[in-house]
């Protein structure tokens, strides 16, 4: 009898997590995986610092490379091979060799799809000019920051007030050039609820980037095939290079033309245990939809932590084993320069959208004990049912050490506590990390007395 | 009718938090503390990093002084006064002033004793000589401040490596002494398991401490009533000065002699609402039992946190509300120069204590995304019941960004989480505070694999 053969779709987070976990439980299955750029495994979220200059090699950024790979787990890591076509009648994948040009058919007994998400390309004109960059693949990183070094651009125009670009903005005023941030919201950082946005916002502009609320990207200005100007709904902003930080979509074509059911912003639909709507095929990491926990809704979420927890969870079922992804809190951290911000959980428009009523409290401590040399400022904002006081949500916004403590919040959500539980907490306290009442715990004092 | 009278022994953290409390809800009351120190509501916590330099005023580590009690809250904090005698069935209480050195009773309709913990000084040779100093209340830390200013030590010994020991150690090593630290267990910091501790134990010869483990104080050499060395069961130290860093015992003979029961260490046994076996009496903080949510066990937990949230309980009952103070896991943090150390719930001897097998998993790992600068290294111990895999305890020693992750831990103990949910958990990330996995859940992934 032939051995088994599982093929894979993408070699990032999710796909190569997935293909080592099926490899430790298993031996007599063949493993390949098609990855259309040259790399695996490496930190998407390390590129801003890439790009930075903080991190030096483009190869920190990397896990493990397909040679690894080959050697180590016997997982036949093919890069430069794109696959085209999803056959689930025949269980088979048509894959070009890109740089062979060769198309071929590869046959699967089982198949996970971990083909991600790609960054949001609006249709506008000029949208393909030179100096226009969207950041997902390392190889994308990489051209930003050959771009940089090579054509020593002095002006700057990020159009999205997210994650990726508020850390790009960052990456850029480290680079030394004048950034300017283009968001259509009326704050950066719509995770937030606008009140904490605020704070984002001004932090944006004491690091140093111009801000552009509220306008719309209408197009973009070139000159011999090159951008040289970022077009609003009420202005012109002159710019040597253009970062597009408008969120990301699942890279869900493949399956869609394959007939797999989708959900959520076109990500695919899978059961907690990875499967999808079709037989023998699993998907996992950013091309999926998952459950919020709070919520109980689907939604899509990109991010390192949940694509590695999906793909052990795909891998641990892949390998005839039994394991389940719970959902998703929309957990998230970030840096711009010294501000740190973090969000869990449902915001109030998230609240209100579920027919539910919300009561928040937002207190403003210090991230040590005030006496403590190095005390900083933190706001912390939490949401609770009206009634229950069931905890909701929790945002924070505050210099360093204050992010982090957005975890105590997440294994609380998690555990369905309520806001007195949160009072009652057994939290660590010394003044060189805390005053001697959390900043989390503080908020959940107000919350309780609002109830 | 009389005002309804409550008085409070003891003004720190469970005093008056609970004197406050019941301001806020009730105005129809006469509040009066009377505390036997010059100093209400300071942070005994931060007392070492007065002694290090690095707060510059003491008055810095007070919160509320008794003329803001008296003013903003009414209540009348008598500093000077010490408490003498209670007297349950007259209902009233003998009080010293101690600088008109007259005594008075006090009657009282309800009573709440927060007369905190008192360092263990061991009744040796010498044990009052002058250079040996206990430190508890801020007065003890005036003193030690003001001796080292004074007199200059060159070489101190610290016999005791809990805590105080430690972040005293630090201390005098900041001020430029020579210090050695005795410890009669194998390695420091007893609260973690041997494994950890010897990390700790490390950590503290990096940074210039002279360890002498597994040796026991035999008492004092002294000329001219001063001491001038440390006797262990092994050697003779010289020392300028000597700091007692050997736990600290519930401060509970007035209760004892008024009939009130008491339980582990003499701790005042207290119910949830933070009421005595004795009618009217209610006692909060540093001198009453409390329940360890865990084992379910009374244990002595002297910490600020704790006093100030059982005086919040007590202050809700005593004000005729209702309010419950649920239990403590022992969660504590420290920092000693650039290490970080904490700990929460069990160690492996407690498990064993409680008849049940423990199952444990220890990683290494870094604070940061191991290409981002300043990443460090921190090691996560976790333990779970065998079987059932419940979380029963967790400790953490590492570099900046370590510790605070013990809240995590904290909050999944509370909520009753058991490893796997651990592994679930939707923890933030962003390479400038954590790899991919975040450590507590890299180790959380190994011990789910050994169940």
């Known amino acids: 009898m032939a051995r088994e053969r599982l093929l894979v779709i993408g070699g990032d987070a999710a796909g190569m997590s997935a293909a080592a976990k099926v490899r430790r439980e298993k031996q007599n299955v063949e493993i390949v995986v098609f990855e259309r750029s ?28 397909p040679e690894e790979f080959r050697q180590k787990y016997a997982i036949d890591a ?13 269980g ?103 009140d904490m946005g605020a704070l984002v916002s ?23 095939g090159r951008v040289n100007a970022v077009v609003t709904d009420q202005r012109t902003l002159p710019a040597d290079i253009v970062i597009l930080g408008m969120g990301a979509r699942p890279n869900s074509h493949l399956a869609e033309e394959a007939g797999i059911p989708r959900g959520v912003k076109g990500a695919i639909r899978v059961t907690p245990r990875m499967q999808t709507g079709v037989e023998g095929i699993w998907a996992a990491g950013d091309c999926v939809e998952s459950k919020n926990l709070v919520s109980g809704k689907p939604m899509h979420i990109a991010l390192g932590t949940v694509a590695n927890k999906q793909g052990v969870v795909a891998g641990i079922n892949l390998a005839g084993g039994y394991g389940t992804f719970p959902g998703v809190l929309g957990t998230a951290v970030s840096k711009i320069c010294k501000y740190e911000v973090a969000r869990t959980g449902l915001r109030e428009t998230d609240i209100r959208e579920l ?16 006496y403590y040399p190095g005390a900083g400022r933190i706001t912390v904002k939490l949401l609770a049912e009206k009634g229950s006081g069931k905890l909701l949500g929790g945002q924070i916004v505050g210099l360093e050490g204050a992010a982090k403590r957005i975890d105590i919040l997440a294994t609380a959500l998690y555990a369905g506590l309520h806001v007195q539980d949160l009072v009652d907490l057994d939290l660590s306290y010394a003044p060189p990390f805390s005053p001697v009442w959390d900043p989390v715990q503080t908020a959940a004092r107000q919350l309780v007395s609002q109830l």
């Open 78 to 90: 093919r890069t430069g091979h794109e696959v085209l076509e999803i056959d689930p009648k025949a």
């Open 355 to 370: 027919g539910l009523e919300a009561v928040t409290a937002t207190i403003r401590s210090r991230t040590r004990a005030g």
């Open 38 to 65: 040259p790399h695996t495994s490496y930190s998407a979220c390390g590129m801003p610092y890439f790009i930075a200059g903080m991190v030096d090699k483009v190869e920190s950024l990397i896990a493990r490379s």
């Open 92 to 194: 088979r994948l048509r894959v070009l060799d890109r740089q062979a040009k060769v198309e071929q058919w590869e046959s699967y007994d089982r198949l996970l799809i971990a083909t991600g998400a790609v960054p949001f390309c609006p249709e506008l004109a000029n949208a393909h000019a030179e100096g226009i960059f969207g950041l997902s693949t390392l190889q994308s990183g990489i051209r930003i920051k050959e771009f940089l070094d090579r054509e020593k651009p002095a002006t700057a125009v990020v159009v999205g007030g997210g994650y990726i670009g508020l850390e790009m903005a960052e990456a850029l005023i480290c680079q030394g050039l004048k950034v300017s941030l283009v968001q259509r919201g009326k704050e950066v950082m719509e995770t937030l609820d606008p």
């Open 202 to 224: 001004q932090a944006l502009r004491d690091v140093g980037v111009t801000l552009y609320l509220e306008e719309s990207l209408q197009g973009f200005e070139a000159a011999e």
